[in-house]
């Protein structure tokens, strides 16, 4: 079972006609983009389609959309997520919690920010969403959460597993390149998620390539397993 996720509640202006398309939602708490408002928006209309609910906690930074790092210190970042995870949990307890740009990647190669990612997550009974071999999901497992391995669609791959920086060439996949790398990832045996980026003006296209080439292969979809 793979399940299609996206970052949503941004105020892209894509949500409406992507939120029917997925399985999960990294829902945005209104600190890097959108509003309290919005999230618990978003959050209620994932309840209603039955789309599964995760809180995407990102940096306070919305000139650069939370993809800049800040350099913050680890109980800075556990506070941080704390707070954001909260305005969804307002609404209803999240599943799971995924950082959002550079908060993800800090959390990614730096075990202190991750432990204090894992510690937010496991306050709100959560579990976390991180791309394996890297220390998201290893603080989860010494924490004892729950960790769900997320692949991209729609992002180029380093030769180590990271992803290529937008700024270089390869960094952002057309929707072709978007549905066919779905389709290796869950291959692979290695993700239990697949993610894209809500923000992108061919998210739903996107989405719709993605689900289609998915169900084409006979891949099963639906929400992240929780037991």
Request: overall charge negative; hydrophobic content about 45%; aromatic content about 4%.
């Amino acid at each position: 079972m793979i399940a299609l996720s996206a970052d949503v509640g941004e105020e892209a202006g894509f949500d409406d006609q992507l939120l029917g398309l997925l399985d999960a939602a990294n829902i945005c708490c209104g600190a890097h983009a959108g509003s309290p408002a919005t999230t618990a928006a978003t959050v209620r209309r994932c309840l209603e389609l039955g789309v599964q609910v995760g809180a995407h906690p990102g940096y306070a930074d919305r000139r650069e959309f939370g993809r800049v790092e800040l350099g913050l210190a680890a109980d800075e970042i556990e506070a941080l997520i704390s707070e954001q995870v909260a305005v969804v949990a307002a609404v209803t307890s999240p599943v799971f919690v995924k950082p959002h740009g550079a908060l993800f990647h800090r959390s990614q190669s730096d075990p202190a920010a991750a432990a204090a990612a894992a510690r937010a997550a496991q306050r709100a009974s959560a579990g976390l969403v991180g791309q394996p071999g890297f220390a998201l999901l290893d603080a989860a497992g010494q924490m004892g959460i729950p960790a769900w391995r997320e692949g991209y669609a729609d992002r180029g791959y380093d030769r180590d597993g990271r992803l290529v920086d937008r700024g270089q060439p390869g960094a952002l996949l057309g929707t072709d390149e978007a549905a066919a790398q779905s389709v290796r990832l869950a291959r692979s045996g290695e993700i239990d998620v697949i993610c894209l980026h809500g923000d992108s003006p061919q998210a739903v296209a996107v989405a719709r390539a993605v689900r289609a080439a998915l169900s084409s292969a006979g891949i099963e979809t639906g929400p992240l397993r929780t037991t």
